[in-house]
């Protein structure tokens, strides 16, 4: 089994920041990408930001230069930093964690957290 799991959510008023924390654990092997995802009321799930595990990132458009995604491979862990939020930001974020769980098995392995509220009001 594997488990990831968010934490760092909140309530932040417009043009403040919050960190995003998700580590991943249990019967994991290698944890290749991670990234975050979020959804809005009425929204469809989407892309905010990703990490390899080399370290390459890709993010939103509507997030670049604002948000910051990092991780930390010891640990399993990625953190997602957001600065100068915007109400439009306010979501249900979400980790996912890419994974292959034996040495000799090459398939990958999706697994998602179970959200953090993220909300931006003043």
């Known amino acids: 089994q594997v488990q990831v799991v968010e934490s760092g959510g909140g309530l932040v008023q417009p043009g403040g920041s919050l960190r995003l924390s998700c580590a991943a654990s249990g019967s994991i092997f290698s944890v290749n990408a991670m990234g975050w995802f979020r959804q809005a009321p009425g929204k469809q799930r989407e892309l905010v930001a990703a990490?390899?595990?080399?370290?390459?990132?890709n993010y939103a458009d509507s997030v670049k230069g604002r948000f910051t995604i990092s991780r930390d491979n010891a640990k399993n862990t990625v953190y997602l930093q957001m600065n100068s939020l915007k109400p439009e930001d306010t979501a249900v974020y979400y980790c996912?964690?890419?994974?292959?769980?034996?040495?000799?098995?090459?398939?990958?392995?999706?697994?998602w957290g179970q959200g953090t509220q993220v909300t931006v009001s003043s």
């Open positions: 990490i390899t595990s080399g370290g390459s990132t």
């Open positions: 996912r964690a890419v994974v292959t769980t034996a040495p000799r098995d090459l398939n990958e392995y999706d697994y």
